[in-house]
């Protein structure tokens, strides 16, 4: 089955604290790579291969699986002039696609209400995860924010149905009658009611998912079911947000950074898996980001901040492959110890947007860039 | 003790603090609105804040790796002071002078302008803008650390004048350019340094290195200038004077505090576009300030005592912001009374609410009033507000519930007992919407009959109805 | 007011004549650590004990907001690195508010928590055993455990600061004796902290809000008090920690001074150790490994003087990095080498004796 534009959905996974670019695509054939990375390093023999020059890191077999059925786009070298390696900074370059000015408005913000322009669907966006990433905001976009689905909701807390639903009830009567206040009353009013629509929606997700897939325990694994679960009940949600990390290693790195891509890994190939299972797999891109690759050389425990990192896309309808270049490791070549990125992010914002959501990319990411052509056609 | 006199009371003790418990309304009542307006302000009162028992338990109050550690000391302060005002005024010039974490990496130093808020905030505006211009984090933040002699970086300069004293329209481009020209030299020590930290992130090897002020005289560029039609040579110091003796800057100023303590105004970029809502409030505002050469305390004090802040017109009228929502709602609750390592958890979900102590959006601060609400995180402002108060093991909860049972004696209509909660819930008043559906609440649970029976059922009514007010509309406003 | 200024100038000449110059009796020794916030490094370290091999094992209670800081970093003097273990929470081998870490003889290590008043104890390797130690204010329950010590007969000394007295239980958690209560008075405490038992079997205790040392037999009985509080020599502000070296002389953790003292074992004023930390080897390879960072670094003078505003000691540390910033715990080796714990710099300072 091939998808429609419209049936198109965006699910992005944000690795947090700055993954080490080196140590998930290792360039385990360059003596250069094992001349920096003394201490923190994957040997050639744990390096699951991806073209006999570069591999993917041990624990990575779900993605190399789905690797070796072509639906990983890796993107190599990727992101964006004069390297900034405050998590916050970066992350706000990332989330906004601005990376001189101090943006308000975050890119896929802006790509939600393109899908959604008069805010019909109040799940049109959904992060799973508490407090809305700057990605997601935009002023007047109404984005739910979903910390725990089974639970999601107002009054959370009340363990008791009856209870529960007596509150709501009362709830239900200040809000829905408070149009009769002042503007701020009234504002009030419809966002409680508008709270109120969209947990009765999404609550309705859990008790209509079946699967046989189990996934992990993890909260990413969790996360990524709750995708599944609000994907399948079809409540028109086109984008989905989460996170996971800390990939912040700068201290003690092989054992988490190997915890990380387990979960990572298997998650991804859950969440595929389960998209198979219900036949959805065509309707589905995932992109992983991260907000900057790490040092070339360890710190004799982790390694520290850098730039120019790995994005990857994933799904049935990928082209898989690799795309940009990885960079050079030679030290004349790097950015301030740091590899040099090659291609701008927005290259790949860009691409998802035009290519994949049939969205004009320009005015959400802040300018024209050149796009991969990352979809099978 | 009349009604309105306690009402009055309650709007005050919101806008000039987190709001404050029965008893603390009813004291403050007996001492006369007056002098407590003067309490609120006098600087020897001691804020009661314990900082060998902070340092002794919380390493990052003082150490300031990230926001997290600050978030909690601060929002320590708003529940524990005793000077509420003074952590609302740091606040208050938090919201004007936003400078936001993610160009600095470092808390302490945030911490330390929020300190320079608490010391500067009440006195002469002018020495604050002055302070406000060494402040090293400001430095970072709009880069004057590249405003050199001969390569002039605009940006503090312009935001001085834009956001921070005078607002767009009443200067030129060459104001802004004399403006920058004066900061010319002031910097931060070790500046490369310093900036390659901030961003890179780091704290290595051995934690967070303070940021402090460096006038570099030969970076300064002394040459004369005319800046707002006086021509001369200016330092920095000259150049804040000449805006402090502008009606612009008076006019400004007063408009930021009327937004921030009377009622709501647009976002500041539409200022130059809409009237206040009260004209006559900001010339009253502005009067005090020339009158009192320039100085905070005596604004505050004329605004607080001014009829256009004890109108009923403004009560209720503002929507809190998160840090006012969940401060009020802890010191009701007097669960962090002792130290405790969960209060991380609500300075967390002030973030989450959208309001991230120390990193303001970005350089024009948090917008205010319905800005503050999305359907995401209204839903949290709700279930925080309510389960707090429906945990009847919180001490502040306990208390109130053992009042409300003492008051009611036995018997209780449903409109006595809605009407004790939301008195012992600091004096709150309720539109006609949200008191039927509470009175339609208190008829159907049933009971009437309080503190006559079991402690448990007491608790399960009260608890429940505590709830419900929580989670009105009317909560949320301020 | 001036007279009674050079009179001041005049005690404080005599003391210096009377006392040796730092460099006769202490002399810095070397920097241990790193901030790091999981495995090798220090996060807020608040405490570190040494076995009788050389193993050192820093307990760090990171801080609320970041929960990967928790743990035991175990190391020894030459810098190398053997392995983390413990972490946040309240299950079995996790800890909250970590603050004091002690070492039986048969090489046992304990760890104490003070927001669930438990201790709990692992194997020399990091391998969690089991736990003991229950709130409250009843004789052997507890309530905010600061310091622990083990006394010549291999109990277990804790002081419990907000019962305001020190208790004694057999290692497996059997309570044995207790004394002190609340007050100013000999023998009172105002929530003390650090705990030490001399080679002669004397035990010190630092009564922190007191701002004082007081020294007791072994059975608990009051002997003399040192110290009263200021910033001044002889001064204390807040102090967090004591070590009794076998001469008797005191090393005491003035936290709020930021700053260590070395007392002679009667109690007169020796030398004041304001911190000297230099480049750890944890530290050279993080800088090896940023390189701009580092060139950055070495361009800059990181002595500079200090304008510091809003003032004090506690400000003035955040500046400049050599100096300590909230040491926190003082503890011996076995060969008399003195380990501060510089908690808010993530590292330990080492001095010894000439």
Sequence with gaps: ?377 | MSLQDIALMAHLMRRAGFGATYQEIHENVSDGYDHTVDHLLDPNVSDGIQQDMLRRYHPDHSGGLGTAGMAFYWLHRMVQTQTPLREKVALFWHHVFATGYGKLAQGRVLMDQVEMFRQHGFGSLKTLLIELSRDPSMIIWLDNQDNHKGAINENYGRELLELFSMGVGNYSEDDIKACAQAFTGWTVSNAKYMKMRADNDSLWPYGRLNLHFEFDEDDHDGSEMTFLNETGVFNGEEVVDIICRQPATANFISRHMYNFFVADEPPVPQWPYREPRDPEAIQILSDAYFESGYNIAEMLRVMFKSEFFKSENVRSEKVKSPAELVAGVLRLTGESRKLTPKLQGDANLLGVMGQQLLNPPSVEGWHTGTEWLDTGNLVERINYAASKFADVNKPGIKEMIGRLAADAGGVATPETLVQDCLDQMGAISLSKTSMDALLNQASKTGKSEIGTDERETDEDILGELLRLVAATPDFQRC | MQLLQISNVVRRQNKLTTTRTATDFLVYDRTLGVAAMEFRGFYYPVDLAINKEGRIYGLNRSHEGDPRGVRICMFDYDSNYFGAFGSVGEEDGQFTWATSIAIDREGLVYVSDEYTDRISIFDSEGNYLRKWGEHGDMPGQIDGPASMAFDNDDNLLISDHRNNRIQKFTKDGRYVSSFGKEGEGDGEFNLPWGVTVSSSGDLYVVDWRNDRIQRFTSDGEFKSKYCESGSDEGQLNRPASVAVDKSGHMYVADMGNDRVQVFDPDGGFVMTLEGQATVSPWAQEFLDASPTEASARYESDLRVALNARTGGTYEKRSHIEHLFWAPISVKLDLEGKIYVTDRNRHRVQVYRRV
């Design chain 1, 1 to 377: 089955m091939v998808s429609t534009k419209s049936d198109r959905k965006l699910v992005v996974i944000q690795l947090s604290g700055g993954n080490d670019y080196m140590n998930t695509i290792v360039p385990y054939t360059n003596g250069l790579y094992y001349d920096n990375r003394k201490t923190v390093n994957i040997q050639p023999t744990e390096v699951l291969d991806i073209d006999g020059e570069y591999g993917f890191r041990s624990h990575m077999e779900p993605i190399k699986d789905l690797w070796g059925q072509g639906d990983v786009a890796i993107i190599n070298g990727i992101g964006y002039p004069t390297p900034n390696r405050s998590h916050f900074r970066s992350m706000d370059i990332w989330h906004t696609a601005l990376p001189d000015d101090i943006g308000n408005e975050g890119w896929l913000g802006r790509a939600i209400r393109e899908l959604d322009p008069k805010g019909e669907n109040v799940l049109t966006g959904v992060n799973f995860g508490r407090g809305l990433p700057r990605a997601l905001a935009v002023r007047g976009v109404p984005v739910a924010s979903v910390g725990n689905l089974e639970t999601y909701g107002l009054f959370s807390d009340i363990s008791d149905d009856s209870s529960r639903d007596l509150a709501l009830e009362t709830f239900a009567q200040m809000y829905g009658n408070a149009n009769g206040g002042d503007a701020v009353m009234k504002f009030l009013g419809q966002t409680g009611m508008d709270a109120l629509k969209g947990a009765d929606i999404l609550s309705t997700a859990p008790a209509k998912y079946s699967s046989t897939v189990e996934y992990a325990a993890d909260p990413l694994s969790q996360s990524m079911r709750s995708v599944a679960q609000v994907l399948f009940a079809d409540l028109g949600t086109r984008v989905f947000y989460t996170q996971h990390g800390s990939f912040d290693t700068h201290s003690g790195e092989s054992a988490t950074h190997q915890q990380l891509w387990m979960d990572v890994s298997a998650a991804i190939g859950d969440f595929t898996a389960d998209l198979k299972e219900h036949g959805r797999e065509d309707e589905v891109a995932i992109l992983v980001f991260t907000e900057f690759g790490r040092r070339v050389k360890d710190n004799g425990s982790g390694t520290d901040h850098g730039s120019g990192g790995a994005a990857f896309v994933i799904g049935s309808s990928v082209e898989g492959g690799m795309y940009g270049e990885y960079p050079s490791l030679k030290e004349q070549d790097q950015l301030e110890g740091d590899l040099h990125y090659n291609n701008d992010f927005r290259t790949t914002y860009a691409t998802l947007l035009e290519q994949w959501l049939g969205l004009e990319a320009a005015p959400i990411v802040n300018g024209h860039f050149e796009q991969f052509s990352l979809f099978k056609n």
